[in-house]
């Protein structure tokens, strides 16, 4: 079935497939090791000391908006911000140098990311204006992702992921669903309470219906009629209720993901299945079964 | 069991049953082909067309309904809603010349909704004041499920709607209980709080007890008094927890109708269905089972 | 296991073993039929007007409860009120009548409620300052459980309420728990926000506490130290995090109690079950099945 | 697996295995029995005891947070206060009296809480300013929470925890993609709606989405902009979506606890379990396994 297309790379296609490792050995293909592989003890550690980087330079940012510490501290937020910027560009350089085809690297999404990790602060030195362009280093929080790829979690990953790309449709025709009704709904609540009572447009409408739809709520627009109090109760209870249905979604294609690994395997001498992920003998006929079929 | 009564046509109910094919070849047949089916190239570029004129001409209402568009831009957003209005009243008419049957077609829900999709703007065009009524042609948008009902996406669209079907009673029992207790709350609180405080009537207390049973929250209607908000945390704990239950009613559904794969596999000597997945024998007569199908 | 004890009354514990079905035929056994039982057309009839009489009466005590409603059709609402009243009354003292223990009825939960829906039109009309009292004429809405455990709805709700019994341990578990981490978040809040952000008392911070775990958020108590803001981000994605863990266990016993019903019948042939339940013949060995039990 | 790893105390590792029982029977034996286990009649009537101690003390400890009521009653609370505390320090030295090794009592987790529940009243006499200091006393809930361990309670307690540990990768690995998720929104909403509009620095936004994607809306910050609108919609439908996951997680490790039921089905020839319900041989070795244990 075309929907169980795994969106995810497999494990063996790595970067080594999309930029190319270095044919040759030689301190590139040893470089290239470190930086985009993690299976010898200093990728390892590469990767461990570039996300304890980038979480501490995401953080830089965070805390260099707060009015009062930028005041206070905005010296040594400079200088560490500077350090990093540094050290991404060195990074950044030396992924550039590694790889068979740079510029297969330089336009993926992961070479764009690191890109706009680094040249942002170099462009607000040019032009002093360009304050909010420093936001957009909180990108390098992006980069993270790549790391996670290649760890030890990527299983439970690429399970949700699989559960996620198997429900696409469902979701996809609900959210329409949803959409439409809530398109409709706003429409009513902009004739019924109108500009005077803060439903300005449809669009403000849309805004005020998606937050009653979410059960989220704010409260800055709220219906003042009775007829639009009665809709909203009537939206806010659909709201409410819908959210069983991609739960129900979700729920069903974790389990039948979790109970997927069984299905292949089947008893060569009494041919039943549905057997233990880990068994090794038929429950029906007690034969010994197959090894599991490397996923 | 009645409750597994399909609501949703099966595929051979289409139109053709509802309005009528027109029974000789010709150009009301052809016609027909276009715009009633979706299974000839010419049908399914029709089909296309229209959800992007439906998407395209809902979007200029919406836009239409912003004070500072509508003002800039008031004469394009004319000039595309006249096109709009005359293009879909070419197609209800041809709609209405190429069934066989164009009064069943007329009354029909989406011969209803494609009249009061282009009306208003005959209507507001005779009578000046009329402006309210120009928002009618938000239901445009309902005619986009007309179309989705013949595409791909049916199986999942009709599996939700078995689901959401096979767990009405369920649902409805659901809603009236938790209806009751809601306006027991609401009453409670109007009695507690009273109209020095918001509560000014038992409507609005069910208002406000809808808010905070659906975790919504607006705070438009917040209590103040201590018993007040301690029956609202009674009130807000309920409408959280309780939200368990629709969404373990729809997972279970949705679970089941997923292992009913066992719906296309027929025993051969009584023709019933539904028969368990590792089945071997005929669950009603006996008989010995084909194998199941490979999915 | 003693939790799958049965909370509700199977179907032979009807009134007639709780308040005494009259022994020998005549008025008082007939009336009993039509009133306390649905088994007979007059039965069922009396049901269907009963069930209208309350939702009509209701609908008055809500209407009655808006100002301008009340000021302007004040004098309908009270013909209407006493209308109700009378046909209540003498409903209730034909209730006393026809029963064999009329004492084991008054005091029974629904002879209560029976007593509550008629007494407070009386009681406002000698004591004319006891106005609030009136609204306890909306515990009427609850006779209507008394009339849809007789009806063929039984099943669903039967169903959802051993499903929300077999997991009453988990989820007092799981709510104590959390009205534990509460209380401690809410004492933590009223240290750190205290009484000039108005957390004016642990209670108050409890209530707070509350509408961010349950994830209303009214909105009328907020955090305003940076401090604070903090905590209740933690309060509130815990909040919203652990609503999985009811939905989860509540899902479960749904699922558990959908696939219950084959779990007793064994093909005597093979020794095979998990049957469906509708089947009549083995699935394993096409050997017939008993008749499945009687619930 | 190794994420099958309890990671809640067998049955087996008591309390007697960690803080060690009196070796030779006499007066500390027996008051460790009454004091540590609950399997004697005495040592059950002491928790009972004990628990509702515990309830009243912090009943005692909220009520003396609401002004009016400190003011009122202050001295009731004061003598009842003493007397709780004074009951705790006599518990306290009895549990380190009747140890084996007092010391490892006394730097475990219970036993820093059981400090932690009397020391603050002394401190507050001692130094009169530090009244914030007597809210830790609300730790003496958790207290609670060790007798929980020993109580039939704990199966339930223990399935709960089970599941939690078993999805705990899934959780972390979708905490952490969310975390990112609503950073990178905070960050753009903080430079599409900017100080003037409340989001004041990216700790503040992030407080903001926080509250957006949980669904809470406490709406004492909101967006103003059109565009902020629109991203706050997408981040409400996002947060009101991804609920649906975790949700899904626990329910599939929910139902996988439930159905290990093959737990008490164990090989008599090699001693494994965890095999499939209906299966007939051993999954390890083949050889014929008893018939399930009836339930």
């Given at each position: 079935?075309?929907l ?34 993690s ?20 953080t ?37 140098y ?37 936001d ?20 439970e ?15 996809l ?15 009513v ?24 739809v ?10 003042k ?11 806010m ?43 090794r ?8 079964l197959?090894?599991a079929?490397?996923?």
């Amino acid at each position: 079935m075309d929907l169980r297309l795994d969106p995810l790379p497999p494990a063996t296609s790595n970067p080594a497939r999309q930029y190319g490792r270095p044919e040759h050995p030689g301190l590139r293909a040893d470089l290239y090791r470190i930086i985009f592989e993690s299976d010898t003890r200093a990728g390892r550690l590469f990767d461990l000391v570039l996300i304890a980087l980038i979480l501490v330079s995401v953080t830089v940012v965070v805390l260099d908006s707060v009015q009062a510490l930028s005041v206070r501290h905005g010296e040594i937020f400079d200088v560490l911000e500077w350090s990093f910027t540094l050290i991404f560009t060195v990074e950044y350089l030396l992924r550039l140098y590694c790889v068979r085809r740079p510029l297969a690297y330089a336009t993926s999404f992961f070479g764009i990311i690191d890109f706009l990790s680094v040249v942002p602060t170099y462009l607000a030195m040019l032009m002093p204006g360009a304050h909010l362009l420093l936001d957009v280093r909180i990108l390098r929080l992006l980069r993270i992702f790549r790391i996670l790829k290649l760890t030890s979690y990527v299983d439970e990953y690429r399970m949700l992921g699989r559960a996620l790309v198997a429900a696409r449709r469902k979701i996809l025709i609900f959210l329409s669903v949803v959409f439409m009704v809530v398109l409709l709904l706003a429409t009513v609540m902009y004739a019924v309470e109108g500009p005077a009572n803060g439903f300005t447009s449809i669009p403000t409408a849309l805004y005020w219906a998606i937050t009653a739809v979410t059960t989220v709520g704010f409260g800055d627009i709220v219906p003042k009629t009775d007829l639009g109090r009665a809709i909203s109760s009537v939206t806010m209870l659909l709201g409410w209720g819908i959210l069983a249905v991609p739960t129900g979604i979700i729920s069903s294609e974790i389990a039948a993901q979790r109970s997927l690994p069984s299905a292949d395997r089947r008893c060569a001498a009494c041919g039943s299945d549905g057997h233990a992920p880990d068994a090794r003998y038929c429950k029906d006929c007690g034969a010994r079964l197959e090894a599991a079929a490397e996923e």
